[in-house]
Nanobody, 128 residues
């Protein structure tokens, strides 16, 4: 049974940093795509970043490039999202997602329907 468990998050002032983690179990971690999405009230869930756990190709939405870094630790089956220079608009529930049989690609890394498994989410709040 595939399971994704997020941790980290919290509240920070604008300009601060946070890191969120996602630990996966129940499948071969090193041959798939892991993504981070976020959702705030009244808005659609949007892709933030993704990483192919075999090869390490990374993808970011334009608004977080240069501020967020996605990374992996295959030995721990864990993906991290380091978030620096946080802005109030980064506030939302952050979800980890996994495609268990395919690498990430430029066309679908930010598409929610491309992922088969989701974590429960962890809240990130950035105050101005």
């Amino acid at each position: 049974q595939v399971e994704l468990v997020e941790s980290g998050g919290g509240s920070v002032q604008a300009g601060g940093s946070l890191i969120v983690s996602c630990t996966a179990s129940g499948y071969t971690f090193s041959s798939n795509c892991m993504g981070w999405f976020r959702q705030s009230p009244g808005k659609e869930r949007e892709g933030v970043a993704a990483i192919s756990t075999s090869g390490g190709d990374t993808y970011y939405r334009d608004s977080v490039k240069g501020r967020f870094t996605i990374s992996q630790d295959n030995a721990k089956n864990t993906v991290y999202l380091q978030m620096n220079s946080l802005k109030p608009e980064d506030t939302g529930m952050y979800f980890c997602a996994a495609k268990t049989r395919f690498k990430c690609d430029i066309w679908s890394w930010a598409v929610t329907g491309a992922y088969g498994y989701w974590g429960q989410g962890t809240q990130v709040t950035v105050s101005s």
